[in-house]
Protein backbone atom coordinates (compact mmCIF):
# COMPACT_ATOMS: atom_id res chain seq x y z
CA UNK A 1 0.00 0.00 0.00
CA UNK A 2 1.05 3.68 -0.86
CA UNK A 3 -0.13 5.83 1.45
CA UNK A 4 1.02 9.03 3.36
CA UNK A 5 -0.04 9.61 6.89
CA UNK A 6 1.33 13.16 8.36
CA UNK A 7 0.46 11.69 12.02
CA UNK A 8 2.88 7.96 10.69
CA UNK A 9 5.55 10.27 9.72
CA UNK A 10 8.86 8.91 10.76
CA UNK A 11 11.38 8.24 7.76
CA UNK A 12 11.86 10.18 4.98
CA UNK A 13 14.63 9.54 1.81
CA UNK A 14 15.47 12.98 -0.17
CA UNK A 15 17.72 12.49 -3.05
CA UNK A 16 19.23 14.68 -5.77
CA UNK A 17 21.09 14.33 -9.09
CA UNK A 18 23.58 17.48 -7.98
CA UNK A 19 24.49 19.57 -5.05
CA UNK A 20 21.32 21.94 -4.35
CA UNK A 21 18.33 19.85 -6.23
CA UNK A 22 16.92 18.88 -2.93
CA UNK A 23 17.11 22.52 -1.72
CA UNK A 24 15.37 23.80 -4.53
CA UNK A 25 12.47 21.28 -5.07
CA UNK A 26 11.47 19.93 -1.97
CA UNK A 27 13.44 22.78 0.50
CA UNK A 28 10.19 24.35 2.09
CA UNK A 29 8.34 20.63 2.32
CA UNK A 30 11.28 19.50 4.37
CA UNK A 31 11.79 22.16 6.92
CA UNK A 32 7.90 22.24 7.32
CA UNK A 33 8.32 18.64 8.11
CA UNK A 34 11.32 18.78 10.18
CA UNK A 35 10.10 21.44 12.32
CA UNK A 36 6.50 19.73 12.79
CA UNK A 37 8.59 16.73 14.05
CA UNK A 38 11.89 16.96 16.15
CA UNK A 39 14.19 13.87 15.58
CA UNK A 40 12.80 12.48 11.96
CA UNK A 41 15.26 10.82 10.58
CA UNK A 42 15.93 11.88 7.20
CA UNK A 43 18.87 9.98 4.15
CA UNK A 44 19.77 12.19 1.80
CA UNK A 45 21.54 11.02 -1.18
CA UNK A 46 23.63 12.96 -3.64
CA UNK A 47 25.05 11.75 -6.71
CA UNK A 48 27.40 14.38 -7.46
CA UNK A 49 29.94 17.32 -5.83
CA UNK A 50 31.87 14.73 -3.31
CA UNK A 51 34.89 16.28 -2.88
CA UNK A 52 34.30 19.78 -3.36
CA UNK A 53 33.03 22.80 -2.32
CA UNK A 54 29.54 21.82 -3.60
CA UNK A 55 29.73 19.04 -0.82
CA UNK A 56 30.75 21.29 1.90
CA UNK A 57 27.42 23.59 0.81
CA UNK A 58 25.35 20.67 0.30
CA UNK A 59 25.97 19.66 3.78
CA UNK A 60 25.96 22.70 5.60
CA UNK A 61 22.46 23.21 3.51
CA UNK A 62 20.81 19.88 4.66
CA UNK A 63 21.39 20.67 7.76
CA UNK A 64 19.64 24.00 7.73
CA UNK A 65 16.88 22.92 5.85
CA UNK A 66 16.18 20.10 7.90
CA UNK A 67 16.41 21.46 11.42
CA UNK A 68 16.26 18.96 14.69
CA UNK A 69 16.22 16.30 12.36
CA UNK A 70 18.58 12.70 12.77
CA UNK A 71 20.33 13.72 9.23
CA UNK A 72 21.89 11.24 7.55
CA UNK A 73 23.44 12.50 4.15
CA UNK A 74 25.59 11.12 1.49
CA UNK A 75 27.54 12.90 -1.05
CA UNK A 76 29.20 10.81 -4.01
CA UNK A 77 31.60 11.79 -6.90
CA UNK A 78 29.55 11.23 -10.01
CA UNK A 79 30.10 13.76 -12.77
CA UNK A 80 27.97 15.86 -13.58
CA UNK A 81 25.70 16.03 -16.67
CA UNK A 82 26.97 12.35 -17.17
CA UNK A 83 24.54 10.05 -15.00
CA UNK A 84 23.41 7.94 -17.78
CA UNK A 85 26.98 7.38 -18.28
CA UNK A 86 27.33 5.75 -15.12
CA UNK A 87 23.96 4.23 -14.46
CA UNK A 88 25.65 1.17 -12.80
CA UNK A 89 27.39 3.59 -10.10
CA UNK A 90 24.18 5.09 -9.26
CA UNK A 91 22.06 2.19 -9.15
CA UNK A 92 24.27 0.93 -6.75
CA UNK A 93 24.06 4.08 -4.37
CA UNK A 94 20.36 3.93 -4.78
CA UNK A 95 20.32 0.24 -3.71
CA UNK A 96 22.39 0.63 -0.99
CA UNK A 97 19.98 3.39 0.09
CA UNK A 98 17.21 1.14 -0.06
CA UNK A 99 18.70 -1.38 2.16
CA UNK A 100 19.57 0.53 4.94
CA UNK A 101 16.29 2.56 5.56
CA UNK A 102 12.31 1.52 4.94
CA UNK A 103 11.11 5.29 4.57
CA UNK A 104 7.45 6.82 4.73
CA UNK A 105 7.92 8.90 1.70
CA UNK A 106 10.87 9.50 -1.09
CA UNK A 107 11.40 13.00 -2.56
CA UNK A 108 13.34 12.42 -5.54
CA UNK A 109 13.39 14.75 -9.20
CA UNK A 110 10.20 13.91 -11.93
CA UNK A 111 10.20 11.68 -14.04
CA UNK A 112 9.96 13.57 -16.96
CA UNK A 113 12.34 16.26 -16.17
CA UNK A 114 14.15 17.38 -18.82
CA UNK A 115 17.58 17.09 -17.41
CA UNK A 116 19.22 13.64 -18.28
CA UNK A 117 20.86 13.38 -14.39
CA UNK A 118 17.80 13.77 -12.80
CA UNK A 119 15.65 12.09 -15.04
CA UNK A 120 17.65 9.03 -14.69
CA UNK A 121 18.18 9.35 -10.94
CA UNK A 122 13.94 9.59 -11.03
CA UNK A 123 13.41 5.98 -12.93
CA UNK A 124 15.93 4.16 -10.56
CA UNK A 125 13.78 5.54 -7.26
CA UNK A 126 10.86 4.42 -8.40
CA UNK A 127 11.80 0.81 -9.41
CA UNK A 128 14.22 0.50 -5.76
CA UNK A 129 11.38 2.36 -3.78
CA UNK A 130 8.22 0.44 -5.18
CA UNK A 131 6.05 0.05 -2.23
CA UNK A 132 6.67 3.84 -1.11
CA UNK A 133 5.09 6.83 -1.67
CA UNK A 134 7.49 8.66 -3.83
CA UNK A 135 6.81 12.62 -5.07
CA UNK A 136 8.56 14.20 -8.04
CA UNK A 137 10.03 17.51 -7.13
CA UNK A 138 10.82 20.24 -9.85
CA UNK A 139 13.39 22.39 -10.36
CA UNK A 140 12.62 25.52 -12.24
CA UNK A 141 15.70 25.88 -15.34
CA UNK A 142 15.47 27.22 -18.63
CA UNK A 143 14.48 24.24 -20.51
CA UNK A 144 11.16 24.54 -19.62
CA UNK A 145 10.04 21.73 -18.45
CA UNK A 146 7.25 22.48 -15.24
CA UNK A 147 4.63 20.32 -15.91
CA UNK A 148 1.21 20.08 -14.38
CA UNK A 149 1.44 18.83 -10.76
CA UNK A 150 -0.69 16.33 -9.23
CA UNK A 151 0.60 16.90 -5.70
CA UNK A 152 0.78 20.52 -3.24
CA UNK A 153 2.56 21.02 0.06
CA UNK A 154 1.74 24.39 1.41
CA UNK A 155 3.64 26.78 2.72
CA UNK A 156 3.83 29.44 4.88
CA UNK A 157 4.74 32.87 3.96
CA UNK A 158 7.85 32.27 6.76
CA UNK A 159 8.57 28.70 5.24
CA UNK A 160 8.48 30.22 1.73
CA UNK A 161 10.72 33.36 2.74
CA UNK A 162 13.15 30.88 5.03
CA UNK A 163 13.43 28.68 1.79
CA UNK A 164 14.68 31.57 -0.15
CA UNK A 165 17.15 32.81 2.41
CA UNK A 166 18.59 29.25 2.61
CA UNK A 167 19.60 28.78 -0.84
CA UNK A 168 20.83 32.27 -1.37
CA UNK A 169 22.95 32.11 2.08
CA UNK A 170 24.12 28.02 1.59
CA UNK A 171 24.97 28.07 -2.01
CA UNK A 172 27.44 30.96 -3.10
CA UNK A 173 28.50 28.78 -5.73
CA UNK A 174 25.13 28.92 -7.53
CA UNK A 175 24.63 32.66 -7.41
CA UNK A 176 26.22 33.55 -10.38
CA UNK A 177 23.36 31.53 -12.66
CA UNK A 178 20.49 33.73 -14.35
CA UNK A 179 17.79 31.73 -13.37
CA UNK A 180 19.07 31.20 -9.33
CA UNK A 181 17.58 33.85 -7.64
CA UNK A 182 14.30 35.17 -5.13
CA UNK A 183 12.00 36.04 -7.89
CA UNK A 184 12.48 32.82 -9.79
CA UNK A 185 12.45 30.50 -6.35
CA UNK A 186 9.30 32.34 -4.66
CA UNK A 187 7.73 33.16 -8.12
CA UNK A 188 7.00 29.38 -8.54
CA UNK A 189 5.82 29.21 -4.71
CA UNK A 190 3.48 31.67 -5.51
CA UNK A 191 2.33 30.20 -8.56
CA UNK A 192 1.86 26.74 -6.93
CA UNK A 193 0.15 27.82 -3.97
CA UNK A 194 -2.25 29.92 -6.52
CA UNK A 195 -2.87 26.25 -7.84
CA UNK A 196 -3.55 24.61 -4.36
CA UNK A 197 -5.57 27.35 -2.33
CA UNK A 198 -2.44 28.60 -0.53
CA UNK A 199 -0.35 31.54 -0.82
CA UNK A 200 3.18 29.83 -1.53
CA UNK A 201 3.79 25.78 -2.12
CA UNK A 202 5.39 23.52 -3.54
CA UNK A 203 4.39 20.87 -6.28
CA UNK A 204 4.97 17.27 -6.85
CA UNK A 205 4.56 14.75 -9.36
CA UNK A 206 2.73 11.91 -7.73
CA UNK A 207 3.93 8.44 -9.61
CA UNK A 208 1.80 6.29 -8.11
CA UNK A 209 -0.49 7.00 -4.78
CA UNK A 210 -2.62 4.23 -2.78
CA UNK A 211 -5.72 6.21 -1.62
CA UNK A 212 -7.24 4.55 2.14
CA UNK A 213 -10.50 6.48 2.54
CA UNK A 214 -12.92 3.68 4.90
CA UNK A 215 -10.70 4.46 8.08
Given amino acids: MIRLRGERLDRIVAVGAHCDDIAIGAGGTLLTICLARPGIRVDALVLSGGGSEREQEERAA ?12 TVLKLPDGRMPAHWDEA ?35 TTAFRDHLVLGYEIVKWDGDLGRPSAYQPLTPETAERKVRLLQEHYPSQRHRPWYDREAFLGLARIRGIECHARYAEAFAATKLTLDLGE
Fill in 91 to 125: KAAVEELRERTEPDLVLAPRTDDAHQDHRGLAKLM
Fill in 62 to 73: LAAFCPGADLRP
